[in-house]
């Protein structure tokens, strides 16, 4: 601890201003959802239906429970690790403690290029909406959409700089509102009335029921993942929550149960509305088909909300994503296996300021200089290598340390089935992209393989080795 | 209206950048390396969460 001085406006050793400056805990359950929900949610408003293209409006709902099954075991497993690792790093904070130093790296970068790729990917949709806005409302058709894409990231970058109680809170209103436009659309369809306008009979039978065979339901897994991809976020709040053996597993759990029901409709609701050749055009055909099912209704007041809702989602994730990002590379930081001076935290703010502000341009250039679907492609394939780790680590965590030894916030239950299960849907995710994106795949995984050998030969000298295990916790059994 | 919103968003986008951008270097020739990287992982949680059953 470094020393004090009373008389000193920034080392007086009272409050913030103390010898030591950490993330505040001022977050509750309620946050952890929006987090989580709030980084998903614009999957259900947008990307999902691509799995309608890949084989029809069933094989999208198949590979929409199957996921939801893969991101119910993640959300279980997160939970039970993650309240007795209450540090901020999430994923990558289980790893080091857990696996080891190597896989704790690989997996810190994971979590930092999926959020900062699918925050560039809500940038630039987000710039696409306000296009669309300015296009449907007065007819402008060569809107710039850079400073949009720019202003959304600054303007939630500056967010999260100034702290974390009113980041999560600003995402808990609009997360909570793009929700509710998911139930009012479903309501206003009336499905248990003859005269609702949903027509699932006519637009899913024949040729449209599986139109592309079973081949087709495999290939729609990859987009699956879509309804519910970063649900696993919420661990990265573990630092800031007041009570993270409570409030980590039940904003979690509460957020995957919340996606299980928006997932779920918005299939239903879309299916009923657009013919599956549409829908799962998400390109040329329903780029936002929430929205376009709203178009469908005729009513000006759906058309609204849905397009607020789907405004408000995008928003949210990025600003989750931003969030999260900037917590897994500060703990990297703090930990020496980035330089040390990524692991500042402001002390008036207690954010982590640097880390928020250097991956301010990086973002930026992908936002502005990529191609949606490749950074898109970059954000998914790290986050299923994330999820192939999970497994991994559960089962390690067990062993080292059984149910006696440390108190947990939550046990899920079934061990080791759910560890099994991921494992398993994993490797049929990874066929299934593989068809799809085989050299990206290839690609991404030698990209981590090469930062591996440098991080293992040259980088880890710099790690204080005794230093980056703080928990206090019993040593593991059979050491 | 929508040239004017292009023109705002460029506005804001550089406040919010030169705001934080201030704000860091203040923040950083303020205070000392020390205080600003005392961070530990697990500190808080040591003093108010007993992990032992």
């Known amino acids: 601890m470094a020393d004090f001085d009373i008389t000193s406006p920034t080392m007086d050793g009272i409050a913030s201003h103390g010898t030591k400056v950490g993330l505040a805990r ?43 099954i893969l991101y119910s075991c993640v959300a279980m497993i997160d939970s039970e690790v993650t309240s007795t690792v209450a540090a901020a790093g999430g994923q990558y904070t289980q790893a080091k403690h857990i696996v080891g130093p190597l896989m704790a790296f690989n997996v810190g970068l994971y979590l930092v290029f999926a959020y900062t790729m699918l925050e560039a990917g809500n940038a630039i949709t987000l710039g696409y909406l306000i296009s669309e806005a300015a296009r449907m409302t007065a007819g402008v058709t060569d809107l710039d959409q850079r400073p949009f894409i720019i202003l959304s990231i600054m303007f939630l970058a500056w967010l999260n700089f100034r702290g974390v109680l009113a980041t999560l809170t600003f995402n808990l209103v609009i997360t909570a509102f793009a929700f509710c436009a998911i139930l009012v659309l479903f309501f206003a369809s009336a499905p248990w009335s003859a005269d609702s306008p949903l027509a699932h009979a006519e637009l899913m039978s024949g040729q449209a029921a599986l139109p592309y065979g079973w ?15 970063g649900i696993e976020g919420t661990t990265q709040a573990a630092e800031e929550v007041r009570s993270p053996a409570r409030s980590l597993p039940f904003g979690t759990l509460a957020g995957i149960m919340t996606l299980l029901i928006a997932a779920t409709l918005t299939w ?82 207690r954010t982590p300021y640097r880390s928020i502000i250097f991956l301010v341009p990086i973002a930026l250039i992908f936002a502005l200089g990529a191609p949606l679907d490749q950074v898109i492609t970059f954000s998914i394939l790290s986050g299923l290598l994330g999820y192939t780790f999970m497994p991994i680590n559960i089962i390690l965590f067990r062993r080292k340390w059984p149910l006696d030894t440390i108190k947990r916030g939550y046990v899920h239950p079934f061990h080791p089935i759910p560890a099994i299960v991921l494992l398993a849907l994993c ?4 066929f299934a992209v593989f068809l799809g994106y085989g050299t990206q795949l290839i690609a991404m995984v030698s990209f981590y393989i090469v930062v591996s050998l440098w991080f293992h030969f040259w980088r880890y000298r710099f790690v204080k080795r005794a230093d980056q295990f703080t928990m206090p916790w019993p040593k593991p059994k059979g050491y | 209206m929508w040239t004017f919103l292009e023109y705002a968003a460029w506005a804001a986008s550089a406040a919010f950048a030169l705001h934080m951008i201030y704000d860091w270097y203040k923040t950083d020739t303020t205070y000392s390396e020390d205080v600003l990287t005392s961070s530990r992982e697990g500190e808080i949680e040591a003093m108010t969460e007993q992990h032992k059953m």
Request: glycine residues 14%; hydrophobic residues 55%; proline residues 3%.
């Open chain 1, 268 to 349: 239903y609701i879309c299916v009923g509305f657009l013919p599956w050749e549409y829908l799962g055009d998400g390109v040329n055909g329903a780029v936002a088909p929430l929205f376009s099912a709203a178009q469908m209704t005729g009513s000006n007041f759906l058309i609204i909300v849905l397009g607020v809702g789907t405004l408000f989602a995008t928003l949210a994730s990025a600003n989750g994503c931003i969030n999260d990002a900037s917590r897994a590379w500060f703990s990297m930081g703090r930990d020496h296996y980035l330089p040390q001076w990524f692991g500042a935290v402001h002390p008036k703010y």
């Open chain 1, 215 to 229: 081949i087709g339901v495999l290939a729609a897994m990859h987009f699956g993942l879509w309804f519910y991809l």
């Open chain 1, 427 to 430: 490797s049929l995710t990874y």
């Open chain 1, 26 to 68: 001022v977050l509750g359950p309620a946050h952890v959802w929006a987090l989580g929900v709030g980084i998903v949610l614009v999957g259900e408003y947008m990307g999902w239906n691509f799995a309608v293209g890949k084989g029809g409006a069933y094989a999208a709902l198949i590979a929409c429970w199957f996921a939801g």
